[in-house]
Each structure stands twice: as structure tokens, then as C-alpha cells.
């Protein structure tokens, strides 16, 4: 950015029009290789624990990967530093020096090749196979072992997660280019074709050496909060993003007994579409209409741009409450084994056992307190009445629970 910065043009684009700007643009990609290197070589470090006989494959891929990444480094130097010798002896752009341009962006797009890969393989996870290269891909840029190893989220909250990282990073760049960078060329340029004698500070024997030094003091500001300021912005955006996604997500609607107990009858939809592995039904027979439009629903599912289930409440005889007992009273158990319920609360959680053979599945007892109070309330208010009054009563709740 400094050396867009340093044609003084209203925007960045602009500077651009320049061909000496265009290859100063180019050392972008040596900025990059060497913060690959630089990750390369911090990683044996943090990691070193994890280094010993059992892990050669670890060893092998951090030791490939520093040189590798040196490799690459020292290419783009040197590839860099022959451009710019072969401009400078010609005095302009001659076809030795185009030619020289156009191998190092052809190198540059060697290197980048690996990137798009693995930047098509993120928004289409589908097309994740068991395949060798896939794998070999994914050890080279992940590893073995890293945080979420195995999850596929869908097509949607990936764009989501890039369009938030565009926003912060974006962001960025645009604070630090015009109220960072752009108001620092013109005292930079001051300070380089101004002498010694020039100073009218008391203190100017600091910087007698040479104007760099002033130039380094004078940036070394600028570059510290241009290394900080991502958190920075991240930290704004995130509580807004974060707000507006739980909106739209419905967080926090359990907020009463009375808001659990409504929602209790479809925890066995969502318990058998998170956490139970889906029943995928191959179409044998059937039309090629058919088998396409299974296809593409696959497709959506895979992707998260359809849910395969709607919501359906706990008595439907499409939910396995038998599968969803297990889960919730192995839950249960566990909540006890880690000392955060006691035997008490326990046996109050606990889904009872179907005794009965029955399909409606039994609720928790601290679902059915209320209740229980409520109905003999009931019972007690309404013991004297006729059988065609209450009949009319029963109809008049089931309807208004209908509709």
C-alpha cells in the first residue's frame, strides 16, 4: 500500500497506470512467501511437543514445509531483483525485462495454483472425495490434527464467514491506506531530500546518521498499528455480526420453564438430524426425473441450502423417541458423572422408560410438576359437572391448540 501510496493519486487504482508502480505491486507475493516462511519456522516451536517417534509424518511435513517455503522465498527474490536490474541498465522497459515480468508471474501463479485449489475445495465441500490428492492437500495445509478436523459446514455459512472476514479486512485496508499511509508520503518525501543542517530540533545529533533513521522512527507508529489493528476491527464487528445472527437465529427463545416445556416436543427432530447420522435412501427404481431431483437435494443438503427434516413434534411416528430417550438420558448421566447435577436432579431429568410399549414417549418429571398440579386443579373445579359440559370444554382446548 505504500507504494501505491507513493504516487500521491486520490485513489489506489490510479497509481496503477504506471508499469514502475505494477512491479512494485509484484513484491507483494515476496511479503507472502517469506510470512509463509516465517509460519513455517514458528511452527516447529509451537508444536514441539508433539514432535517424537511416533509422529514422523509431523516431522516430515513441518521440515518439507520450511523448505519449501525458503525455496520459494529465495525464487521470488531473485527473480525480483533481475527485473529491476535489467530495467535499470536498459532505462526502460525493454523485451529482456517484459520477458522477466511475465516468468515471475508465471511463478507467482505456480505458487498461488495450490491456494485456488484449496479455495474451490472450501466453498464446494461436497466435492470432498477420498482421494488421495484430497488428502495429500488437506495434510499439506492442515495436518493431521487442527481444530474442527472433520466438520463440514455448508456452502451458506462459508459465504458468510468470507463476506465477514471481507468486511473486517476491508475495513482495514481503507483506514490504514487514507488516514494511515497516504498522510505519511508527503513528510517522508520531506524528510528524504532534506539535509542534516535542516533540522531545527535541539536533539538533532540523534539523527545525524542518516534521514532513514528519522524516516524509521517516524513509520515505526504506522507499522505497529497496522499489525494491530485487525483485532481491532474484528472486535467491532463481531458483537454486531453476533447479535444479528442469533437474532435470525432464534438464540435465547428458551428464556422459562413455560418456553422449554413448548419446545420439548421437537428436540427429537433436531436431536435426530445434529447428532444422528442421516439415513441416506438410494433411489434403485424411478424415473431419471426422479433420480436427478434426489440428486439435487443431496446436493442443497450437503451444501446447508435445504434441511432434509422438518419439524416435527416428539409423538410423530416419523421420530425414533426411542434413540432420542438414549441420547438425553445418556446426557443426563454424563452431567451427573461430572458432578454438575446431583442424584436428585437426576431422576427428575430423566426420561422415564417406555414400559408400556407405547409410541408416545414419556416426558421428564420436571416438564410434568406443573402440569400435575394443574390437572388436579382441574379435577377438583370441574368434578361436579355434567359429561357434555366438559366434552364441550376437551373440544373448545383441542381446537385452540389446533389452530
Not at 487504482?13 to 507483494?28: C, E
Request: with cysteine; glycine share 4%; hydrophobic share 50%.
Amino acid at each position: 500500500m505504500a507504494g501505491l501510496a507513493w504516487e500521491e493519486k486520490k485513489y489506489p487504482w490510479l497509481a496503477l497506470d504506471n508499469k514502475d508502480v505494477k512491479v512494485r505491486v509484484l513484491s507483494l507475493f515476496i511479503t507472502w512467501s517469506g510470512m509463509r516462511l516465517f509460519h513455517a519456522l514458528l511452527e516447529p516451536a509451537m508444536e514441539f511437543s508433539r514432535v517424537s517417534r511416533q509422529t514422523s509424518r509431523l516431522v516430515l511435513r513441518m521440515v518439507l514445509r520450511i523448505l519449501v517455503a525458503a525455496a520459494w522465498t529465495g525464487a521470488f527474490v531473485l527473480c525480483y531483483t533481475r527485473i529491476w536490474v535489467q530495467r535499470n541498465h536498459d532505462k526502460h522497459w525493454s523485451n529482456e525485462a517484459n520477458r522477466r515480468v511475465t516468468f515471475f508471474l508465471g511463478l507467482a501463479f505456480l505458487y498461488g495454483l495450490p491456494e485456488l485449489v484449496e479455495l474451490v475445495l472450501f466453498f464446494l465441500p461436497c466435492i470432498w472425495l477420498n482421494s488421495k490428492v484430497f488428502d495429500l492437500l488437506s495434510w499439506w495445509f492442515h495436518g493431521d490434527c487442527y481444530i474442527g478436523q472433520g466438520l463440514r459446514e455448508g456452502l451458506v455459512d462459508r459465504i458468510k464467514y468470507v463476506l465477514f472476514w471481507v468486511l473486517v479486512l476491508g475495513s482495514k485496508f481503507t483506514v490504514s491506506y487514507f488516514l494511515q499511509i497516504k498522510p505519511m508520503i508527503s513528510t517522508t518525501k520531506e524528510l528524504l531530500d532534506s539535509t542534516i543542517a535542516d533540522y531545527e530540533w535541539d536533539w538533532q545529533a540523534i539523527f545525524s546518521v542518516s534521514n532513514k533513521f528519522t524516516i524509521g522512527l517516524l513509520w515505526l507508529p504506522v507499522v505497529l498499528i497496522y499489525l494491530a489493528d485487525t483485532q481491532v476491527w474484528y472486535s467491532f464487528y463481531s458483537p454486531f455480526v453476533g447479535a444479528a445472527m442469533g437474532l435470525l437465529q432464534l438464540l435465547g427463545e428458551i428464556r422459562n420453564i413455560e418456553q422449554l416445556r413448548w419446545r420439548f416436543r421437537f428436540f427429537a427432530t433436531a436431536t435426530q438430524f445434529n447428532l444422528l447420522p442421516q439415513e441416506e435412501i438410494m433411489i434403485t427404481g424411478g424415473s431419471l426425473r426422479e433420480k436427478l431431483c434426489e440428486a439435487i437435494h443431496q446436493l442443497k443438503v450437503r451444501c446447508g441450502l435445504q434441511r432434509p427434516f422438518k419439524m416435527v413434534e416428539l409423538e410423530s411416528n416419523k421420530v425414533k423417541a426411542n434413540e432420542f430417550a438414549l441420547i438425553w438420558n445418556e446426557t443426563v448421566t454424563t452431567f451427573r458423572e461430572e458432578d454438575i447435577i446431583s442424584d436428585e436432579e437426576v431422576g427428575v431429568l430423566q426420561l422415564p422408560p417406555n414400559s408400556w410399549e407405547i409410541r408416545v414417549i414419556r416426558w421428564p418429571c420436571f416438564l410434568l410438576g406443573n402440569e400435575l398440579l394443574r390437572a388436579l386443579n382441574l379435577a377438583m373445579d370441574f368434578y361436579d359437572k355434567p359429561d357434555n359440559w366438559l366434552w364441550y370444554k376437551i373440544c373448545k382446548k383441542s381446537i385452540g391448540v389446533v389452530l
